[in-house]
């Protein structure tokens, strides 16, 4: 059974300070990986997908490098703004239809 | 383009009762899928639909039903609630194996 673990629980830095958000998976046989947001009280939305062949992709202030071997994806956030205060949510998917998530990270970021 | 709406978005209940939660996917897509999400934890994987069949379950009881209809928009049935139920329930749709877009969720209490 996959196992998706994130760390820290939860974070607080200052605005302007980069974020490392982490991830990690017991089975590596996966299809791809996905960075979600969630605010609160509100449905995921889509950060960044990496496919299994790749290392990492980028979006803006956006970046996730993924290490499938060593079962690891860590999320980096650049230059944080209190916009970028949410839950980051990590989640694996072996090719059979079904995300497996972490339980997230809680960022906060202070103006 | 409307995405993935979901209705309704609050729902009390107490213990004992059936609830029906429905999906509307968005424009293009042909297969919904449903979690459930608990306060402070990543989402669990219930089911998901693809013409109009279950086509793979999570560790879910059989407490917990769903249904698609030809136009794809797909309903979950929960009988015999607990207080366990109360939740975030999370629809999230997807055509073929591309990436799945969630709405923004029935928070269900269960009293």
């Known amino acids: 059974k996959q196992e998706v673990t994130q760390i820290p629980a939860a974070l607080s830095v200052p605005e302007g300070e980069n974020l490392v958000l982490n991830c990690s998976f017991t089975?590596?046989?996966?299809?791809?990986l996905q960075w979600f947001r969630q605010d609160p009280g509100k449905g995921l939305t889509s950060l960044l997908l990496i496919q299994s062949s790749q290392r990492e992709q980028t979006s803006g202030r956006l970046n996730a490098s993924l290490d499938k071997s060593s079962g690891r994806s860590t999320l980096y956030i650049a230059a944080s703004q209190p916009g970028d205060s949410a839950t980051y949510l990590c989640a694996v998917s072996p090719g059979d239809y079904k995300l497996s998530f972490g339980a997230g990270t809680t960022v906060t970021v202070r103006a | 383009d409307a995405g993935v709406t979901q209705s309704p978005t609050h729902l009390i209940k107490t213990r004992g009762q059936q609830v029906t939660l429905r999906c509307s996917p968005k424009s293009g897509h042909d297969t919904v899928s449903w979690y459930q999400q608990a306060l402070g934890q990543g989402p669990q994987f219930i089911f998901q639909y693809y013409e109009e069949e279950e086509r793979q379950r999570g560790n879910f009881p059989d407490r917990f039903s769903g249904h698609q209809f030809p136009n794809y928009s797909s309903e979950l049935n929960v009988n015999a609630l607990l207080l366990g139920d109360s939740a975030l329930y999370l629809c999230?749709?997807?055509?073929?194996?591309?990436?799945?877009?969630f709405g923004d969720g029935t928070r269900l209490s269960i009293l």
């Open positions: 089975d590596s046989a996966i299809y791809n």
């Open positions: 999230a749709s997807s055509f073929v194996d591309q990436p799945q877009h």
